[in-house]
């Protein structure tokens, strides 16, 4: 990550009141409210411990930052792991620095100090850039952002993408993952289904990734790169068109035949078709010659409904890409 440390990026200096002259308070660290929608988790994991340890030895090192709330109360907007750590090493208190934010500049200072963290999960970077982007762009009111990168003309994820080192198409990524439904988006925190193909997936409505997950979860399925870019075309070129159906053409027929594909010889074909016969004039009397032997009939499947894509235009690629 290449943010810049937050006294650079506002004015906080760890000598003081800051150069912006932000007070300090000592605030009870179990009465400070952490910052709502905060897509960051707080693990009680070894680092944790290792945190606490260091606090009951030395003190909190550097302030947190919060902003009073119109009850009297505080937020926290960055130090909620400090935050936490005091509450498990009994401390009565924690400094704070204090400054009134609006909800979006709170957003975005909240986000930046996280993303620092060694370690953070597609889960968390996915709500966190979505929530900086939807932040910078209220901010902004749709202007092109001048000051907050030093640069002109830049967009909301050309700023984002500058400060964590991160190319926009990842970034607009990472946001599209928070489409997923929960069930998709743990498999691909948890590694199993790849960034790039959850983020195809999330274009698919709310019901189609319900129909697709029970899918993938009865036949112990994961579709692959490909297989997950024809289902996006699909749902976009049709909404509700990712059907059972169809996604046992897709996922189970490609996978069980494997990888590579079927080819057969010119010189085998050319002893049942005329010379004159091109390549996808053989394939359409191929295909209609196999769906008569497998038994199936042409038209129009009764009960199919306007707008859905059927087998039969998935087959001869009317909406793959």
Same mark, same amino acid.
């Given at each position: 990550?290449?943010?810049?440390?937050?006294?650079?990026?506002?004015?906080?200096?760890?000598?003081?009141?800051?150069?912006?002259?932000?007070?300090?308070?000592?605030?009870?660290?179990?009465?400070?409210?952490?910052?709502?929608?905060?897509?960051?988790?707080?693990?009680?994991?070894?680092?944790?411990?290792?945190?606490?340890? *260091?606090?009951?030895?030395?003190?909190?090192?550097?302030?947190?930052?919060?902003?009073?709330?119109?009850?009297?109360?505080?937020?926290?907007?960055?130090?909620?792991?400090?935050?936490?750590?005091?509450?498990?090493?009994?401390?009565?208190?924690?400094?704070?620095?204090?400054?009134?934010?609006?909800?979006?500049?709170?957003?975005?200072?909240?986000?930046?100090?996280?993303?620092?963290?060694?370690?953070?999960?597609?889960?968390?970077?996915?709500?966190?850039?979505?929530?900086?982007?939807?932040?910078?762009?209220?901010?902004?009111?749709? #202007?092109?952002?001048?000051?907050?990168?030093?640069?002109?003309?830049?967009?909301?994820?050309?700023?984002?993408?500058?400060?964590?080192?991160?190319?926009?198409?990842?970034?607009? #990524?990472?946001?599209?993952?928070?489409?997923?439904?929960?069930?998709?988006?743990?498999?691909?925190?948890?590694?199993?289904?790849?960034?790039?193909?959850? *983020?195809?997936?999330?274009?698919?409505?709310?019901?189609?990734?319900?129909?697709?997950?029970?899918?993938?979860?009865?036949?112990?399925?994961?579709?692959?790169?490909?297989?997950?870019?024809?289902?996006?075309?699909?749902?976009?070129?049709?909404?509700? *068109?990712?059907?059972?159906?169809?996604?046992?053409?897709?996922?189970?027929?490609?996978?069980?035949?494997?990888?590579?594909?079927?080819?057969?010889?010119?010189?085998?074909?050319?002893?049942?078709?005329?010379?004159?016969?091109?390549?996808?004039?053989?394939?359409?009397?191929?295909?209609?010659?196999?769906?008569?032997?497998?038994?199936?009939?042409?038209?129009?499947?009764?009960?199919?409904?306007?707008?859905?894509?059927?087998?039969?235009?998935?087959?001869?690629?009317?909406?793959?890409?």
């Amino acid at each position: 990550m290449k943010l810049k440390p937050l006294e650079e990026l506002f004015g906080i200096s760890e000598s003081g009141a800051g150069e912006a002259g932000f007070p300090i308070l000592d605030l009870d660290p179990a009465a400070v409210k952490d910052f709502n929608g905060h897509p960051f988790s707080v693990a009680l994991d070894g680092e944790m411990a290792e945190l606490v340890e *260091s606090i009951k030895n030395n003190g909190v090192l550097y302030p947190g930052i919060a902003r009073p709330l119109p009850d009297g109360s505080y937020e926290a907007i960055a130090g909620h792991r400090r935050k936490q750590a005091c509450i498990l090493a009994g401390l009565p208190s924690m400094p704070f620095y204090i400054k009134e934010y609006s909800d979006d500049e709170a957003a975005v200072i909240m986000v930046e100090s996280n993303l620092h963290r060694s370690r953070i999960s597609i889960r968390e970077k996915a709500f966190a850039y979505r929530m900086h982007m939807e932040a910078e762009k209220r901010l902004h009111a749709g #202007r092109r952002l001048q000051k907050t990168c030093g640069q002109e003309n830049l967009r909301s994820d050309e700023a984002l993408a500058q400060r964590t080192g991160e190319s926009r198409n990842t970034i607009q #990524r990472y946001i599209r993952l928070t489409w997923l439904i929960p069930e998709l988006m743990d498999l691909t925190d948890a590694g199993r289904l790849p960034v790039i193909t959850a *983020s195809d997936l999330s274009y698919l409505t709310t019901e189609e990734q319900q129909t697709l997950y029970r899918y993938m979860t009865d036949k112990g399925l994961m579709p692959t790169g490909r297989q997950a870019l024809h289902l996006k075309e699909c749902s976009r070129a049709r909404p509700g *068109s990712v059907t059972r159906d169809l996604l046992e053409l897709v996922l189970k027929g490609k996978q069980e035949r494997g990888p590579g594909r079927v080819t057969i010889k010119r010189e085998i074909l050319s002893r049942y078709f005329p010379r004159e016969y091109r390549t996808e004039d053989m394939e359409r009397v191929i295909i209609e010659l196999l769906r008569q032997w497998h038994g199936e009939n042409t038209e129009k499947p009764a009960g199919q409904i306007d707008g859905q894509v059927s087998i039969e235009e998935w087959e001869d690629g009317r909406y793959m890409p």
